[in-house]
């Protein structure tokens, strides 16, 4: 039996001056051919990183919808949660010339109204704590570990100065391909694993036909 896993990333392109967490990011998937899935933040998109997400689509990657300014959207009136997911949606569109197949709620914080409002598949996944500096390369790696199986949906970050997640990427990427995973993208990870995740308030963090509901 084949098994598909997927890395995704929150919280780039990277913006602070001289940060190049996102591109390092990159440059690991390239060194593995391995493809992933990237939920930018739409207010960071800029003339200066938009190369770094044009490499992202070229190794395979694919861009999705982050929020514009990564609020709890929950919180948020209706006209404030369509600004959120427009801005970034149409910032998207903008550079890549298609909008984003997928939503991830900033904190994972979701709403039936936000249900009603954004009218794509809303994406959680499996995490390691990696936006918290307490928690290391080695408890980053252990957990994924601990998280893989098939259509496993891993929820990290690559905003600025998170090395630790760079070090467990880079070993976790072939310790799960001696296993027998295939790391592809979020569009592909539903294709093969053979499920439609375009189900009504659905949360997914595993690409199987069992999902979060609220």
């Known amino acids: 039996m084949n098994k598909f896993l997927c890395l995704s990333f929150d919280d780039g392109p990277n913006v602070e001056s ?8 990159l440059d690991i998937l390239e060194e593995y051919n391995v493809p992933a899935s990237f939920f930018l933040i739409g207010n960071k998109i800029t003339e200066e990183n938009k190369s ?7 190794l ?6 982050h929020s514009w300014t990564h ?3 929950a919180e948020l009136t209706k006209e404030e949660i369509e600004a959120e997911y427009e801005k970034c949606d149409n910032a998207i569109l903008t550079l890549t010339g298609k909008k984003a197949q997928f939503f991830r709620p900033p904190y994972i914080s979701v ?6 409002i954004i009218k794509v598949p809303f994406i ?4 390691c704590n990696d936006w918290d500096p307490e928690y290391d390369a080695e408890y980053r790696y252990n957990q994924m570990m601990k998280d893989a199986q098939n259509g496993t949906i ?9 090395s630790p997640t760079l070090q467990a990427v880079k070993r976790i990427i072939p310790e799960l391909k001696k296993q027998g995973y295939t790391f592809v993208n979020l569009p592909d990870l539903f294709k ?4 439609n995740p375009d189900i009504p308030n659905s949360l997914w963090s595993v690409a199987q036909m069992t999902y979060n509901n609220t």
């Open 192 to 195: 093969n694993c053979g499920v």
């Open 52 to 58: 770094v997400i044009q490499r992202a689509i070229k």
């Open 18 to 25: 001289g940060d190049t967490t996102m591109n390092d990011m």
């Open 124 to 127: 959680c996944g499996l995490g």
């Open 111 to 116: 709403s039936q109204q936000m249900y009603d």
């Open 154 to 162: 891993f929820l990290l970050h690559v905003m600025e100065k998170n």
């Open 71 to 73: 609020p709890k959207m």
């Open 60 to 65: 395979g990657c694919d861009i999705e919808n």
